[in-house]
């Protein structure tokens, strides 16, 4: 078998999210006819992390098998032609050993949310940011996220439907800058647990407007109780940029 990994890019705005779904349309979904159109060969494809739906990639990184060798410049070019009109890229192709697992040879996630912060609504912009018309104070926020590095129990952002054994995460880099009307939000970590980054940020919210101070953050995360954690940020603000290998 000849094993191949895949960068990909795509807008989640249409998808389900990464994983096959019975009744609606997702990213994996797209790829895996694609190969098939590409090669005539049935494949399971698997991803560095399970985006969810509406959740966009810029570097998401997947491999998957065929019997046949193809060279790695065909197979991009092909996945691409094949892959329209979905929103969904192949950036880069490369042939790879039987031991790389896009999943499980990751050694670090990266992610970026992006917060559109001004009083006139997003238009062109309104399936890629959050639209928060309120001032946020970006230091502040930046100085809460400060507070949760590291490894923690991070239970209060964690999903109830969260499938993770433990809720150990080990978060090696949260911080917040303003560029103009946006506040990006960066975290990066060898793995995060379901909606973690979104929970963050919907909490880190509460911290730019004030009705927390950024030490309330670090008490939120150390309650290890859902209840406590501010609503989700939207998934149309979140980017999976980048996996290190």
């Given at each position: 078998m000849h094993r191949f990994k895949l960068t990909l890019e795509y807008d989640g705005t249409p998808f389900s999210g990464w994983q096959r779904q019975s009744d609606r349309p997702s990213v994996q979904q797209a790829l895996e006819q694609a190969i098939f159109r590409m090669s005539g060969e049935t494949v399971a494809t698997q991803a560095a992390g399970r985006t969810d739906a509406g959740v966009h990639a810029l570097g998401q990184v997947a491999h998957f098998e065929l019997s046949k060798p193809w060279d790695?410049?065909?197979?991009?070019?092909?996945?691409?032609?094949?892959?329209?009109?979905?929103?969904?890229?192949?950036?880069?192709?490369?042939?790879?050993?039987?031991?790389?697992?896009?999943?499980?040879?990751?050694?670090?996630?990266?992610?970026e949310y992006r917060i559109l912060n001004?009083?006139?609504?997003?238009?062109?912009?309104?399936?890629?940011?959050?639209?928060?018309?309120?001032?946020?104070?970006?230091?502040?926020?930046?100085?809460a996220a400060g507070t949760i590095l590291g490894l923690h129990d991070?239970?209060?952002?964690?999903?109830?439907?969260?499938?993770?054994?433990?809720?150990?995460?080990?978060?090696?880099?949260?911080?917040?800058?303003?560029?103009?009307?946006?506040?990006?939000?960066?975290?990066?970590?060898?793995?995060?647990l379901h909606h973690q980054v979104r929970s963050m940020v919907g909490s880190l919210k509460l911290v730019g407007e004030g009705k927390w101070a950024p030490e309330k953050l670090r008490a939120v995360l150390d309650a290890r109780d859902r209840s406590k954690c501010g609503a989700m940020a939207p998934a149309s603000g979140l980017f999976f940029t980048m996996v290190d290998y």
């Open positions: 790695p410049f065909r197979v991009r070019e092909a996945l691409n032609y094949h892959l329209r009109p979905d929103p969904v890229a192949v950036v880069a192709a490369e042939a790879v050993g039987p031991a790389f697992e896009a999943r499980f040879s990751a050694k670090a996630r990266h992610y001004r009083r006139a609504p997003a238009v062109i912009e309104r399936n890629y940011v959050w639209h928060v018309p309120m001032p946020l104070d970006a230091e502040a926020m930046n100085k991070f239970t209060t952002f964690r999903s109830s439907e969260c499938q993770a054994n433990s809720p150990l995460r080990t978060l090696d880099v949260f911080s917040v800058r303003r560029e103009n009307e946006h506040i990006l939000v960066t975290a990066s970590a060898r793995s995060f």
